[in-house]
């Protein structure tokens, strides 16, 4: 989670942050529960990562309403091991 989009060049600390232990799909239907125990759910149509950059591809709750756009992909940091984390949806 990063408030805001142009200033995200940095791992999130941990409040912000909600890993799993394996390769996340984010098309479809599923959730995330950050240690603060919000939990935000979302629903991605199956081909939202083809769509083009801006375009609405889903819905997303965490007690409010939020609608899902296609981001540009654009680098937002670098993990400890030179893997870049991109943005591909963001949330409004």
């Known amino acids: 989670y990063c408030v805001n989009d142009g200033n995200c060049n940095f791992w999130p600390s941990g409040s912000n942050a909600c890993s799993t232990n394996y390769v996340r799909t984010w098309e479809g239907i599923s959730s995330c529960t950050f240690s ?10 199956w ?30 940091f670098y993990d400890g091991n030179g893997n870049a984390c991109r943005s591909i949806y963001y949330s409004i």
């Open 36 to 45: 603060t125990g919000v939990t935000y759910s979302w629903n991605i149509v």
């Open 47 to 76: 081909n939202g990562y083809s769509k083009p950059s801006n375009s609405q591809v889903g819905t997303g709750n965490n007690g409010n309403n939020w609608k899902i756009y296609k981001d540009d992909q654009h680098i937002m």
